[in-house]
Nanobody
Framework: QVQLVESGGGLVQAGESLRLSCVAS????????MGWFRQVPGKEREFVAA????????YYSDSVKGRFTISRDGAKNLEHLQMNSLKPEDTAVYYC???????????WGQGTQVTVSS
């Protein structure tokens, strides 16, 4: 059974930083892209970032480009999302994802809340 477990969410003030982590287990994730989506109540889930298995290619939404950095340790099925210069509009539940297609992942974590106060 595939399991994705996120950690690192919390409450910060605007301009501060947070680092999210996700550990994957239950299968071999080689060739899989890992990533992050986020969701605000009443809105659809939004793609945030993704990274290929090798770590050679990354993808970012325009809203986070230049502020967020995604990285992964393939040997440990571990990925991180470093979030800098956080804004109140970044407030959401952040979900770790995995799958062959970054925009349509096969697996989802349970989510971790990120709240940015102004």
């Amino acid at each position: 059974q595939v399991q994705l477990v996120e950690s690192g969410g919390g409450l910060v003030q605007a301009g501060e930083s947070l680092r999210l982590s996700c550990v994957a287990s239950g299968r071999t994730f080689s060739s899989y892209t890992m990533g992050w989506f986020r969701q605000v109540p009443g809105k659809e889930r939004e793609f945030v970032a993704a990274i290929t298995w090798s770590g050679s290619t990354t993808y970012y939404s325009d809203s986070v480009k230049g502020r967020f950095t995604i990285s992964r340790d393939g040997a440990k099925n571990l990925e991180h999302l470093q979030m800098n210069s956080l804004k109140p509009e970044d407030t959401a539940v952040y979900y770790c994802t995995a799958g062959p297609i970054p925009s349509s992942p096969d697996y989802w974590g349970q989510g971790t809340q990120v709240t940015v106060s102004s």
